[in-house]
Structure formats: structure tokens, C-alpha cells
């Protein structure tokens, strides 16, 4: 029988080779361990990454969609808050002139400027941006969607320099924040075309085709800048009268813009639903992923125990080996 002995060198090597292996399978349990999830996703899942795959498609496209959704909660919630001014501005506005029937000279004056710097809030609020893009100016973002308001009132002035009654004054000033001729092409910088639908989802889609040159808007712009130029008629008698005018029609405008936030809001309500079911749709594919790639954490713990105590033994042997020496055995 022929016998069969490593020399010195051999097992030394072969020692080296399996410390390193029970080395390495401790450190891939005891990740494995940690995190409750395979390291080796080709051994766990034998080669089929089919359903892996599907998942990690859902997840990356429904994070697309939850970052688009952030970004429409963002826009609409610059568009609230932009209406909510106008509204707030308008309203105390109303208020003001409506007590302009019991004032002085001096008091219609004073409204005057007030509407003029009123109206300029208005504009400004308008001409709202989000990340860098013109919320009310259509499908063109980079830009503001309105001229200044110094701007618009100077251009309304030489539009409407031929009216000398109460009346003309009033048409002209409304016929020029209707026409496309006069707002539209001086006031109004924005696109005629709506901005494009946002896709938050594979069937949601959310339009936000409010824009500042809406019928609406303009209405309580007009009011606005009647209020802002009775000053020029000072002494024609009227300038009264269209002070509480503008303050009348201001106050009638109100349901108008309550309209246009309940709209929006309407949409704000949506966009945050969606948001929700996307989150929802994001834990479910994670816990997919960890069913699909998760370890027992009980057999785990038990190999890793295994590989341990491997590990001990042959530290054990290596140094009972290392001991050995021929002066023990003379």
C-alpha cells in the first residue's frame, strides 16, 4: 500500500487556500445576514433573472413618474399660490374703491396710485416662475408671460388717448385687454399654444392649460387699470365714478378667479392621488424585490455558525501543525 504525504510547502498552501474560503463565506453570510438578501443573485435565483428584470423595470419607470409627479405638485402649487394673490390683491382692492362714492379729491388720488401699485402685484404674481419656467405663459417657459406693468399701462393709454367720456373710457379700456391686437401682442408675451400635458403615470395625464392671457385674467386686469388711470381724468368730473366701477366689477370677478382655483385645485387634488398610488406602487415592487432576492435568515445564521466553527478548527490544526517539530519525536 503506497502512501500518500504532502510535503511542507503543499499544505501550507492548501491551508492558505481553505482559510480563504471559509474567510470569504463568512464575510458573504454575515452580509447576507445584515441585509436579508442574497449576495450571489444568479446562484439564489438558478440563472432566471425574468422576474428580477420586471421588477427593476416597473421600479425605475414608476420613479420616473414620481419625479414628474413632484414636479407637477411643484408647478401647481406656484399657480395656487400666484392666484391666491391676485384674488387677495384684487379683493382688498374691490373693498377700497368701493368707498371712493364718499371720499375727496385727494382720497381718489390716493386709490389711484393704490390701484396702480395693486395692479403691478398682479403682474408680478402673473409673471410666477417655477425652476426657471413662466408658470402662466403657455408652452413658452423661458420668459415672463407679461410685460411690466409700467409697460402695459403706458400702451393702454395711447391706445384709449381718443376716449373723453365715462363710457368710451370703459369700452376702450375693455376692448383693449379683450383684443389680441392690444393685449395680446403688447401685454401678453406668452404662447397661444397650452402648455403640454404632463404624463405621470402610463393613463394619467394632468393639463394645466391656465394662462395669463385667460378671459378671466383679463377681465380683472382691465378693472384694475381703469382704477389705476382715472387719475388722468381728475378734472373731467368722472374719475368717482370710475373708481367705483372698477370696485364693483372687481368684486363681480371674484367668483371668476374662485373658479379658476377650484380648477386647479382640482388638478393639485389629482396629482397628489397619483403621487400616492405611485409611493404604494414603489413599496410593493420593493418588497417583491426582497421576497425575490431575500435569504433565511435562520439557515443563514446556521451556515454561518458552520463556517465559524470551520473556521476556528482549522486555525486549531494550523497551529498544531505549525507546533510539530522532530525533536518531539527523538
Known sequence: MKLVSMGDLAQTFALRRQNSSLSAEIAKLTEELASGRTTTPATHLAGDYRYLSDIEHR??????YETATNEAKGLTTAMQAALENVQNTSETLAADLLSAGHATQETWNTLSSQAEQQFS???????TS???RSVFAGDITNGPA???ADDILTALRTAIAGASTYDDIQQAVNDWFMSDAGFGTTAYQGSDQNLAPLKLGEQDT???????D?????SLMADMALAAISQDYADQGFQQDLLVQSGMNLLEEQDNLTGLRADLGFAEERIEEIGVALSAEQLSLQYARETLLGVDEYQTATELENAQFQLEALYTLTARLSGLSLVNYL
Not at 385667460?214 to 383679463?218: F, K, N, V
Request: proline share 0%.
Open 121 to 127: 402685484t398682479v403682474i408680478n404674481s402673473l409673471n
Open 59 to 64: 421600479s425605475k419607470t414608476a420613479q420616473a
Open 146 to 148: 407679461l410685460a411690466s
Open 130 to 132: 417655477y425652476a426657471g
Open 214 to 218: 385667460a378671459s378671466e385674467l383679463r
Open 206 to 212: 394632468i393639463h394645466l392649460d391656465l394662462r395669463a
